[in-house]
């Protein structure tokens, strides 16, 4: 289980303030499939927050104490029936799906029509026969074939 210090607890508690659950657990209780969703939850978010259903007190604490023992989370928070939870993001590398031969992502930056805004930046997944202009359109870098029968027909 992670210790945390006071400021540190103080601290997350004020930023779980503005979360929604993400977990319910209801009257079946502590399953393997919520705590399976409590871990996803605290690899993908960090910080969490649970809501028990269930008026038993002394169960809600049982609950919150095995979810941290068993997750090796941190405990931040238990208000009535919500459980705040707090374990490090875990940091994996975000690979891109195959997007094909010759696609690229390109990053487009546009400055404002009057100069004083942000320029706007937009990321952009290029085909293989596109190309970014000067002025930040996309265009095709070559033309597109015309038929020989509709150019002898007009």
């Given at each position: 289980m992670i210790k945390l210090t006071p400021a540190e607890r103080s601290a997350l508690r004020a930023e779980a303030h503005g979360l929604k659950p993400i977990v319910l657990i209801g009257s079946d209780g502590l399953t393997a499939n919520v705590i399976k969703e409590i871990s996803l939850g605290l690899d993908s978010h960090g910080l969490i927050?649970?809501?028990?259903?269930g008026d038993d007190r002394e169960a809600r604490i049982?609950?919150?104490?095995?979810?941290?023992?068993?997750?090796?989370?941190?405990?931040?928070q238990h208000i009535g029936k919500l459980l705040v939870l707090y374990r490090p993001k875990v940091e994996t590398e975000k690979?891109?799906?195959?997007?094909?031969?010759?696609?690229?992502?390109v990053t487009i930056v546009k400055a404002s029509a009057s100069g004083t805004k942000r320029p706007s930046v937009t990321k952009v997944l290029l085909k293989g026969n596109e190309?970014?202009?000067?002025?930040?359109?996309?265009?095709?870098?070559?033309?597109?074939?015309?038929?020989?029968?509709?150019?002898?027909?007009?």
């Open positions: 927050k649970v809501r028990v259903f049982a609950m919150y104490e095995t979810i941290c023992e068993q997750l090796k989370a941190a405990p931040v690979t891109r799906a195959s997007a094909g031969k010759g696609m690229r992502e190309r970014v202009t000067q002025g930040g359109n996309i265009k095709r870098a070559k033309a597109r074939q015309k038929s020989t029968k509709k150019s002898v027909l007009s």
